[in-house]
């Protein structure tokens, strides 16, 4: 295998960075005109491949995240409750908290802040991601609507009797239940 040319070595450096070919073949001093054809040569030639592959695996298991980590950042962002994240101060007026006075795990939740406070990052979107990772909807999306409310019910003085999977009685027929 042939050894790395400067220029090949910053390309791959570069791609180390942005993880763009192209992007990385022009940044390592090639022509942008063909970049998008050459960068995928360079790329692929041996030498690039074995410099590039072990220090993407080396960078992927230095940031890998579990499932555990994500529900638990997602549980976070959905149980956060704004009344955490302000305080009533001496005159009595509602101000935010300082960063300070936070915990990390509130801390997590905080999109921005700003001089008329903090705004937390979408309650309903983690809520929801939450929800279907729990498959809390799979019944819903299926198509499925089998909720039994109340079985019996009295209407106009008659007894009207539900039965899960058959259809709702007319309460205004004259058969009784």
Same mark, same amino acid.
């Not at 590039?52 to 995240?65: D, Y």
């Not at 956060?80 to 915990?103: M, Q, R």
């Given at each position: 295998?042939?050894?790395?040319?400067?220029?090949? @070595?910053?390309?791959?450096?570069?791609?180390?960075?942005?993880?763009?070919?192209?992007? %990385?073949?022009?940044?390592?001093?090639? !022509?942008? #005109?063909?970049?998008?054809?050459?960068?995928? @040569?360079?790329?692929?030639?041996?030498?690039?491949?074995?410099?590039?592959?072990?220090?993407? *695996?080396?960078?992927?298991?230095? %940031?890998?995240?579990?499932?555990?980590?994500?529900? *638990?950042?997602? @549980? @976070?962002?959905?149980?956060?409750?704004?009344?955490?994240?302000?305080?009533?101060?001496?005159?009595?007026?509602?101000?935010?908290?300082?960063?300070?006075?936070?915990? #990390?795990?509130?801390?997590? %939740?905080?999109?921005?802040?700003?001089?008329?406070?903090?705004?937390?990052?979408?309650?309903? !979107?983690?809520?929801?991601?939450?929800?279907?990772?729990?498959?809390?909807?799979?019944?819903?999306?299926?198509?499925?609507?089998?909720?039994?409310?109340?079985?019996t019910l009295k209407i106009r003085g008659k007894e009207v009797v539900f039965e899960v999977?058959?259809? %709702?009685?007319?309460?205004?027929? !004259?058969?009784?239940?």
């Amino acid at each position: 295998m042939n050894p790395l040319s400067p220029k090949q @070595r910053l390309f791959c450096d570069e791609y180390l960075k942005c993880h763009v070919q192209q992007t %990385a073949y022009v940044k390592a001093g090639y !022509s942008a #005109r063909s970049a998008k054809w050459h960068a995928t @040569r360079v790329f692929n030639l041996p030498q690039v491949q074995a410099y590039i592959l072990p220090k993407l *695996e080396k960078a992927s298991e230095k %940031a890998q995240l579990t499932a555990e980590m994500v529900l *638990e950042e997602l @549980r @976070r962002l959905a149980m956060a409750n704004v009344t955490d994240y302000y305080k009533v101060n001496a005159n009595g007026k509602i101000v935010p908290k300082t960063l300070h006075e936070l915990t #990390r795990e509130q801390t997590a %939740a905080i999109a921005e802040v700003g001089e008329k406070g903090m705004k937390l990052h979408d309650k309903i !979107s983690a809520l929801d991601k939450l929800a279907k990772h729990f498959k809390l909807y799979t019944d819903l999306e299926a198509g499925v609507s089998n909720f039994v409310i109340m079985p019996t019910l009295k209407i106009r003085g008659k007894e009207v009797v539900f039965e899960v999977g058959k259809p %709702a009685p007319d309460p205004m027929s !004259s058969k009784t239940v």
